[in-house]
């Protein structure tokens, strides 16, 4: 595999991301939902294409599930998960399409709608012993609109309060992670708007609580890498929602948009010990509003692949010297050449070697299962909302 190293190589087998059973359904934006043939029309459908996606990458073993969107007879949907190669991954709860939550769900004035959304939550976690999943994620749609309109301070108290509920609920094995956004669909102020607000709250719950880390949620020129090295020295990154933005949190391809980014991000990853580490779940949290979902999936997994085999690449030993050195362009350069390191080929050679597919984009669109969905299936759900 020439520049890749059996050591690369052996952390590259290992890598694993889970995939959102809402990508597989047809989404868009507030002006128009675009359908596409053979869009599933039920949670064991949206299983089925996710398999696809792992039996073409060997990258992707988990789904990950939405409460309510993907409601159905759980054990019957482990047992189909299981028989199409994969399993059943996080469960993300969704306060934020219900009248009721108005004005907030976890930190609404109201205890009646605040135990309304506890119990959404504690609900979940019956479907996590259903399913066997880890974790809870929770997103959080709260927040104001104009200044004066609420009181941030109480609103961050009730959090915790409500918080404390949830996380009273979990099993041993169970955590919950906590993820922030800086806006939307509040504009003026969001109740978990940050990685800081994120980690006071998961760290006055407990050691089962993280913070999760969505790389489309942050002000434009942020240095996620950043915050991606403090969370791992604290130990409080509990999972990454991956995709990209060019402007707000446009759910796009992962690597699409600033692969150098992807590449840093990942880079920081393998230097705080999070690569393949069970503590650090890999997520993707995209909609394909144009794309072909599957394949938008695949590339997507391939997308971090190829990134963190360029991370993997960095030769550690040479950068640090050159950082203890003081030498600041051979410390670049270094970091620069894992970077520009094209590792197509040498992971497609990979991949033949494993009984893959040297190009997974090619085999699938060469599988004509994308003609065979949609010829079987018609009238798919809307599944997501654009998220
Ligand atoms: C919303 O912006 C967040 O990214 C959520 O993680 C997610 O997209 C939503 O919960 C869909 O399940
Ligand atoms: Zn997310
Ligand atoms: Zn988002």
């Known amino acids: ?30 002006f128009k939902v675009f359908g596409t043939p053979g869009t599933p029309r039920d949670p064991f459908e949206k299983i089925s294409d996710a398999a696809q996606v792992h039996k073409y990458t060997g990258l992707a073993p988990t789904v990950a599930l939405h409460i309510p969107w993907d409601m159905a007879n759980f054990a019957d949907l482990r047992k189909h998960a299981e028989d199409e190669g994969v399993a059943l991954g996080t469960i993300n709860s969704n306060t934020f399409q219900d009248d009721d939550y108005k004005f907030g769900a976890l930190t609404h004035e109201d205890a009646t709608i605040r ?4 119990d959404h939550h504690l609900a979940c976690i019956d479907v996590m012993d259903e399913t066997g999943s880890r974790d809870l994620k929770i997103w959080l749609a709260e927040g104001s609109n104009y200044p004066g309109q609420a009181d941030m301070r109480g609103r961050q108290d009730r959090l915790q309060e409500s918080l404390q509920k949830i996380y009273a609920r979990l099993g041993d094995d169970q955590r919950l992670v906590l993820e922030y956004k800086f806006f939307e669909p509040s504009f003026y102020h969001t109740d978990v708007p940050d990685w800081g607000t994120s980690y006071a709250q998961v760290s006055a719950l407990g050691d089962k609580a993280l913070v999760c880390l969505d790389t489309g949620h942050h002000a434009p020129g942020t240095n996620i890498e950043f915050i991606v090295m403090q969370l791992l020295r604290l130990g409080k990154l509990g999972s990454f929602d991956f995709n990209s933005r060019f402007y ?48 938008g999936q695949m590339r997507s997994v391939l ?11 960095v030769d550690t030993e040479k950068l640090r010297a050159a950082q203890v050195a003081g030498d600041v362009l051979g410390a670049h350069q270094v970091f620069m050449d ?22 997974p984009m090619a085999a699938f669109a060469a599988s004509g299962y994308l003609e065979k969905i949609a010829a079987d299936r018609v009238g798919g759900q809307q599944a997501s909302w654009g998220a």
């Not at 020439?2 to 991301?17: C, M, N, P, R, V």
């Not at 135990?115 to 506890?118: E, L």
């Not at 980014?261 to 144009?290: K, S």
């Open 1 to 30: 595999m020439g520049i890749l190293s059996q050591d690369i190589l052996d952390q590259l087998e290992k890598q694993a991301i889970e995939l959102p059973s809402w990508a597989f359904g047809n989404s868009g934006t507030r």
């Open 115 to 118: 135990n309304k959304a506890i």
């Open 248 to 295: 707000a949190d446009d759910d796009l391809i992962v690597g699409a948009a600033d692969p150098f980014q992807l590449f840093r991000i990942i880079f920081e990853v393998v230097r705080g010990g999070g690569l393949n580490n069970p503590d650090v779940q890999f997520m993707l949290d995209q909609c394909h509003n144009v794309e072909d979902k599957i394949p």
């Open 303 to 313: 997308n971090v692949q190829e990134m963190t085999a360029r991370a993997l690449l």
């Open 338 to 359: 894992a970077f520009y390191t094209d590792v197509r080929p040498a992971l497609a050679e990979w991949r033949e070697s494993r009984g893959l597919a040297a190009d």
